[in-house]
Structure formats: C-alpha cells, structure tokens
C-alpha cells in the first residue's frame, strides 16, 4: 500500500471490511468498497470539490486492503468534510458486463454527500480521465448534528393528509415571498410550513431528493422532477442554500425535516431504487458502472453490453442481487436513523419484485428485507405497485404492510366526475377504499393511498381545463406523457373567458377536492391542487423547470375561495373519526359498527344501471355518533334526493359542503350549518353535498 504525497499528519492501516461505506472512528475513517472484478482500488483526497487533481492517492494493496470482494482502509488525520473518489481498474469487457476504466474518478455508491465542479453529462459518457468535472463524495461525521429533541410524529395512516410536492418547485417562483438565496431550497420549506400547518397537511411526500443528474433528459432540457439517481445516500446538492458545500447540504436537509417534525408533519421520500442516472451503454461512467457493473443491474443474457430495460428510462437495478439488495436496504436504514425521514413512497416498486433475470418473484427478498428490518418498523413504505414493461400488481404487491398508490381511484373518480356512462358500480367501490381490488377485510383501508393527481399527469386544474395534453413545450411533438387523462375541459379548451365555463370549472374543481377526502383510504393531494395550479395542459412536465410547474403563490389572492375550501374539508373530514375507519364498512344499518348505506334519489335505492351518473350514500361512526349524509351528482341536471328521516337524540340534518355555491356557501361549520327542512334536497347539476346530523 503506498500514500503519494505523503503528509506528516496522513498515516494509512490494513482497516476493516464492515461496515460498507464511510465511517468514523476514534483511529480514523474507515473506507470500504465493493467491488467483485476490480484488480486495484484507489482512494483519491481532494482539498476542494473543483480539484482536477487529487491531494493524495492511497493505492489499497490486494493482500492487505482486501478481504473477499470489499476494499478497505482506515486513514488517519483526515475526518468530517473530507472530500474523495475512487480509481477503480479491471478489465474492459462490456459484452462481459464489465466496464472499469483505469483512469476515471468514480462516486461512492454510499457516500453521504456530493459535490463537484458545475455538472457535464455529455463528458461523464466519455472514456478516460474525468478530473476537471468529477464528482467528490464527502466524509460525514452525523454525530455532529444537533437533532435537540426531535422525535418522529409518527401519524397513523388513518389521520394522515399526504401533500404530494417538489422541493425547488415549491418556492421556486419570484412570488413565493421566499427570500431569493432560500428560494428553491430546503430552507425556502421551512418557510413555508405555516402554510402547510394551515392546510392540514400532515405529512410532505417529497420528489426525488437523492442526488440526481439533472441533464438527463432531451438536448435543451432538464430533469425538473429528479427520477434519476447518480447516489442513494446523498441530498439533492442544488436543493440547498449552499451546493457546493458537502456539510451544509446535509445539514440543511435535516434542518428541514426537525422543522416539519416540530410542526407535526412526517416527511416522506420518493425513492427511485429503479434504475440510475448511469442509463443505457450509451450513457455516463459515474459510480455503479465502474465498480460491479453486473452487481449493480440487469444486463441482457445474450450480450452484457446491453441493459435490460423494465424502467423505461435506460437501465434497470438489479435489486434482488444481493449487493444491490443491501445497498437499497442500507440506503433506507440511513435515512431513518441518520436523517429522521418517516417513509419511503417507491418509485416503480414492481421491479422490486423481479428476479436477476428479469422475471416477476412471487417472494422477492428485497421487498421482505424492507418489510422487516427492525429500523424501519415504524414508517410508511408506500408502493407504486407497476413498471413501465407492463408488470402490474395493485392490490397484490408482495408483503404485509405495505401501502399502494391507488391507480385505480385516480381514473375511476375522474370517468365518474367526467359524467361518463358505466362508471357509477366501479366509482362506488372507490369510495369505499377499493375493496374489490385489495386484499378483503384483514387488509386495513388506510393503505390504498387515494389521489385524482399527481406530479405524473395533469394537475386537477388541467383534469377540468383540457380534453387533451398540450406537451408541446417538451420538444416531444406531443408524443409523450399519457393519451388517457380521463379529462373534460368543460366546454372550451384552455384559458377562457366565458363565465359559465369557468363557474363549471370551479364546481369540478370542489367535486374532487370533496371525493378526495371524503372516500375510506389515505388521502394525498398533489402540490397546488388546492389553489387551482395550472401546467397549461402539459401532463409530463418532467423537464419543465419553470413557472409551469412551479407552485404560483399568486393563486393564494387569485383563487383564495379555492384555498378555503380546500383547508375547510381537509380540517373536517380529517376531524370525523367515520373518515378514520381503518376496516372495511359494513353495507348494512348495523347500529353496534361502523356503517355505510347506500342510497340513490331514493332511499336505499341505489341506481347502478350503466346510464346513472348520480349516488348517495350515509356513513355512520358507534362511538363517536357521527352521522354523515353524502350525494353525488355527476348528471348535467339537477336531481332531488331523499334524505332519511329516522334520526336519534333529536338530531337535524345541517348542510357542511354544497359544491354548487360559492365562496362562504360551499362550506359552513356543522355548528353552524343550515338545517336543511323536509325530506329531500336537491342537488344542483354536476356537484356534490354532504350533510352532518348536529343537535
């Protein structure tokens, strides 16, 4: 083992094989690698993130440094903020999957931070040195932060209101009222979580954070929403006040989540164990390529230069290799014991469930690893349970626990809302958690995670603007994003003047806001649905970092009737203890249970014929006698429906929510709702009521 340039204060040892990664010890840091294939390693120290050259190279010596496939060393007088890379060499095969270049500075696949010089995509694709616009990963000591008394909030599924957002995206916009160096950053959140506090929110499900490539994406593009992982340990470095600085991006990070924490809201984490930024083989050398090329993804069987491709984004991890497993489980173990986050939503999470080869696993290690380890015991794992080769498993994802992005209640409320014919059988069903899809009656409700919109798609705005995507801006000729938006603009396409368009519009816009929190399930609103946010149509918005998809805080005055009734019916239903039934209701009147009863226009009458476009139903909590009257009206005309009448303890009937007027009217106050007289009421046109039985 030899040290170039050798200071007196540098000393080098055999060190150790565990853990895998960086640590600090009382001797020093401990450096250990992976690396199956490789014939030599070296450690490279860097002085500053823009060094071309190295300060140091510490050569690991096979026979010392090396113990089966992991590299080590323990280096002491260097610690916290210390930056460095790896030069890794071994053959150049690819059609044997192997990829090392001699030359080129590598990340940690486990580093806890990264910085480096203004980022090249394109130099990254190229073979050789790469100094000039390397990457370093960096030391970092976590024991020097002061966490004070944070505690995770540790909010049960069945209180839960997720707000789905983008960090830069969420303050991004001049008129943020962020302070311009905070604008776009994990402090400009911090600034904004009384806002968040207001809405009810109670748990932030942040976009892609892990350092990702921004330029991976069409020539004069970028990657806004970050689906594009160079490192799974590492923030985000342009989501912080200081980028180029290894210690205040982490720090700046876990700033903002002990900040959410203090105002009770959990922070969750879009994770992208899917695939890298690395791609295809005509894509970049940046960690895993040049480390265990073969460990780390599929390659095709009958030409390991080729990459299989079941994420349609170029290559595809393969996570239930042992290496990669354990880099994905102790990248997620990390980010709950050293970065306090509360859960995980997992991007493309079926090909978590694909074996070495590629095929669908009936029990995927991976998956239960994740379900079991101790560290993650009490957080959120949420699955997207589909790929983009067609593997689709909702309601049948492997493991006990976990959660699921309910695909289903997103197209099946919007065909309702649209006042499509056939829909009203299947939207029943959605308000009742999706029983005919997940796992029966042991399968708690709470975990169908409900949405109308996401970052993928059109906003709710858009869903009730647009008959069709308008993706122009993306260079794409309109050919990406999803042909099937299940939208209706109303009767005029994009911007318009027309008043009754837009009144429409608004009543559309409260309908969803409604159904969202008023289905059995987890709620989760997308960033701005509740000020009316528009993308101009554009449903993949992916590469627009701009004003069409940052949040427009303008909207707060401009639509603020909008914004109350969002923070009304998100106070309330998240209040009612019938909105927090973790089981499936029972469809009877049994008076000792939680209930539900269906009604049509007439009571107990339901009309399920494949033109209704109309249901109502009445919702009833034992304990806390909560009693709820809810009617839908997806038809073009107004329809008269009868309520019941067989109220105990000298109840009334008091109309909450009324989609159908306007700001003031939509919502009131149970405690101060008008009592609704008689024995029917009608419900306007394309709208919805809910009515509470109050003294």
Known sequence: MGVRKKRKDISVVAGHCSPVGVTITKEGVNFCLFSKQATSVELLLFDKPEDAEPARTITFDPKRNRTYYYWHALVKGIGHGQLYAYR????????????FDKDRYLVDPYARAVVGPDYDREKHKKRGWNGPWSLKSAVIDSSLYDWEDDEPPKIPYEESVIYEMHVKGFTMNPNSGVPEAERGTYSGVIRKIPYLKKLGVTAVELMPIHLFDPYDAPKGKVNYWGYSSINFFSPHNRYSKSPHEATAIVDEFRDMVKALHKAGIEVILDVVYNHTAEGDETGPVLSFKGLSNSGYYMLEDDDASKYKNFTGCGNTV??????????ILDSLCYWVKEMHVDGFRFDLASILSRSESGEPMDNPPILWEIESEP?????KIIAEAWDAAGLYQLGQFTGDRWAEWNGAFRDDVRRFIKGDTGSVAVFQRRLLGSPDIFRGKEWETTRSIHFVACHDGMPLYDLVSYNQKHNDANGEHNRDGMDDNFSWNCGEEGPTDNKKVLALRR??????????FFSQGTPMLLMGDELGRTQQGNNNAYCQDNELSWMDWSLTKKNADLLAFSR????????????????????????NDSCIVWHGVKLNSPDMS????????????PKSKERLYCAVNAYWEALDFEIPTDLKYNRKWRRVVNTALGKGLDFID????????????RVEARSIIVLMAKH
């Open 568 to 591: 009304n019916v998100i106070g309330f239903a998240n209040r009612l203890k019938v909105m927090q039934v973790k089981h499936w209701l029972a469809e009877s009147k049994m008076e």
């Open 318 to 327: 393969n996570a239930n290799q042992s290496i990669a497993r354990r880099l």
């Open 375 to 379: 560290a993650l015991a009490g957080t």
């Open 507 to 516: 009543k559309q816009l409260k309908n969803f806001l409604t159904l969202i």
């Open 88 to 99: 890794v060499n071994g053959p150049y095969a690819p059609k044997k999957g192997l990829r």
């Open 610 to 621: 494949e033109h209704s476009h109309s249901i109502a139903c009445g919702l009833h909590h």
């Open 670 to 681: 149970p405690d101060k709702a008008p009592i609704v007289p008689g024995n029917t009421i």
